[in-house]
């Protein structure tokens, strides 16, 4: 069965709780993951492109490369307010790492804390509800602005309006929303003059996160294949800049970022 076997407990633990000061915010202890395959000759093609993955500070943090695992003895800590920047080839195991954080498989060896809480003791939705992931792929739904900035976040609607403003204004957004119709445009995959490029839809999945309020905020190759839009890349750069900086001021919520590249 190539469908990872998840399983969720129905506690929600309330994030207070959570907040003990000893804990590092997330750590992964000792993992060793496969992905799920009945193909052997297949896997063992993964595993041959699974180098070691580098953290910000040039240390190794994946060190053992084992020929049966794609992640290998791979261990890491992210401190409360801190950000870690994890490096590494394309196939490495960076995306492979949010995956097993979010719980969309589970490690065959090793564990990964949030707050000192194993995953595997929270709820699943609670979990996810908590981590903001921008993936290096923007999904757009064909719908307005508001649609798409709004989507799969359950909250107060004037609580929305509020933010969705202050967030746009944020990343410049506003720059590019048509004045006629501001967030009720419509936007198509389908129709030219309302289709976006790939930097703008990566804005819009950037908002889409920040407006979800998340605890964790991670970002996947976020600036790659921009270099066709060099100004769309340069605003990215700084909002990312000005959330690590000034996330007190700006981002209260976010507790730790992690940025894959």
């Known amino acids: ?32 993951f496969n992905y799920p395959s009945n193909n052997v000759n297949d896997k063992n093609d993964k595993n041959e492109k699974s180098n070691n993955l580098i953290s910000q500070n040039n240390n190794t943090i994946s060190s053992k490369n084992s020929s049966s695992y794609y ?17 590494g080839e394309k196939s490495t195991g960076k995306t492979t790492l949010i995956n097993l954080l979010e719980r ?32 290096h792929e923007s999904s757009i739904i064909n719908g307005t602005f508001k ?27 506003d720059n590019f929303i048509p004045l006629i119709n501001g967030y ?11 289709k976006l490029t790939k930097g703008q839809q990566k804005l819009i999945s950037l908002c889409r996160v920040l407006m979800k309020r998340p605890k964790i905020l991670v970002l996947d190759e976020i600036l790659d294949d921009l270099n066709n839009e060099i100004e769309i890349q340069k605003n990215i750069k700084l909002c990312i800049e000005k959330i690590i900086e000034e996330k007190n001021l700006f981002f209260p919520n976010i507790d730790g970022i992690i940025i894959l590249t």
Do not use: A, M
């Open 184 to 194: 009720d445009t419509i936007i198509s995959e389908f129709n030219q003059e309302s």
């Open 104 to 135: 969309l498989y589970d490690p065959n060896n090793g564990n990964i804390y949030f707050k000192g809480y194993e995953l595997k003791s929270l709820n699943i939705k609670w979990l996810r509800n908590h981590i903001g992931y921008v993936s």
């Open 1 to 32: 069965d190539l469908k990872p076997k998840i399983f969720s407990l129905h506690n929600i633990i309330p994030y207070s709780v959570l907040n003990l000061d000893n804990k590092p915010l997330i750590e992964f202890k000792n993992i060793f």
């Open 147 to 173: 649609d798409n900035i709004l989507f799969g976040i359950p909250s107060d609607e004037t609580i929305k309006n509020r933010y969705i403003d202050f967030v746009c204004k944020f990343l410049k957004i």
């Open 71 to 87: 992640i290998s003895n791979f261990s890491l800590k992210l401190e409360n307010d801190e950000t870690i920047i994890i490096e």
